[in-house]
């Protein structure tokens, strides 16, 4: 049995090596104030698949045989995958009640599915909520609107394709909602076709421009609480391709806790009833003045619990 003492420690080259390696590879920035966490979650790996040192295990994540499939979980190892069922509730609500209807009001050749892209949709409770919840305000996927849902962790991803949960995932779920689209067993609650089938799963990593560039023009992307983990210029980075793969007046919603504020002026916020977003300006539009949209959304929200939003 291994003892703590026997554990690798990082030296201050191979911290550098392995931030600098990640942050190019997937964006994911760790400072000196996350060495210890960098250094504890690596050792367990480093452990656990006998790679013997950090070196070598840097080395495998480089030029190793599965090195994109070690990467992915370096990924998981170091990042915190927690999302729930109708998470940020009032964000999915105006998604369904306003922003589809809206994209919708405003396709004047064919009436389209709008499309919507889950970025970093980890195990797919994001991407499932927004087929929920438009069934429940009578969209019919597919038609109305189409899912798709991305993640850079193949694990987490293939959580998501399996559509098994624990009790976790339903902090926020109302229980008749659990009983109409789930079904229990051994001590898990499997989603059922009629939602699961109305998502597609795709591997993707933000950096990566070329697989970006297969996903067709997109209404709306949503990407809440991925961003937190990018240093400044992985923001303006992946910022730039929201804005090349969203149509003229398409939607990015963001955490509550995530702002564009020095990271781009290319989007103009966008204040719903009880929600801001931003929004890819359509030319010759006149913006909305974001000062004001920011203070009439202070208000509106002024006393409401999260989950009456």
């Known amino acids: 049995m291994k003892n703590e003492s026997a554990s690798p420690t990082l030296s201050d080259a191979e911290f550098r090596l392995f931030t600098d390696f990640l942050r190019r590879r997937c964006g994911l920035h760790f400072n000196q104030d996350t060495r210890y966490l960098v250094e504890k979650r690596l050792a367990r790996r480093v452990e656990e698949a006998d790679f013997g040192s950090f070196a070598s295990y840097l080395y495998q994540l480089r030029s190793g045989p599965d090195a994109e499939e070690e990467l992915s979980r370096i990924i ?49 409770e994001e991407p499932f909520s927004i087929v929920m919840m438009g069934m429940d305000a009578g969209l019919v996927p597919g038609v109305d609107f189409r899912v798709y849902a991305s993640d850079i962790s193949r694990a987490v991803l293939a959580r998501a394709r399996r559509g098994l949960y624990r009790e976790a995932s ?48 997109m209404d709306v992307i949503i990407c809440r609480n991925v961003i937190i983990y990018f240093d400044l210029e992985t923001k303006k980075r992946v910022m730039k391709t929201f804005h090349q793969k969203l149509c003229p007046g398409g939607y990015l919603l963001l955490g509550h806790s995530e702002s564009l504020i020095n990271v781009t002026a290319e989007f103009e916020l966008k204040h719903l009833s009880r929600d801001l977003v931003y929004r890819r300006p359509v030319p010759g539009e006149e913006r909305e003045d974001s000062w004001h949209a920011l203070a009439r959304i202070g208000i509106a929200n002024a006393g409401i619990p999260e989950s009456e939003r």
């Not at 105006?94 to 499309?115: F, G, M, Y």
């Open 76 to 124: 998981d190892v170091l990042t915190t995958n927690e999302t729930y069922f109708y998470r940020e509730r009032s964000q999915l609500r105006a998604l369904v009640n306003e922003i589809i209807p809206d994209i919708r009001s405003r396709q004047t050749v064919s009436k389209r599915p709008v499309s919507i892209w889950s970025a970093g949709c980890a195990s797919g």
């Open 170 to 217: 339903f902090r926020e779920l109302e229980t008749a909602t659990r009983r109409r689209y789930f079904t229990e067993k051994d001590g898990l609650a499997r989603i059922s076709d009629e939602v699961r089938r109305h998502v597609d799963f795709i591997q993707m990593n933000l950096l990566d421009e070329a697989r970006v560039s297969l996903l067709g023009p």
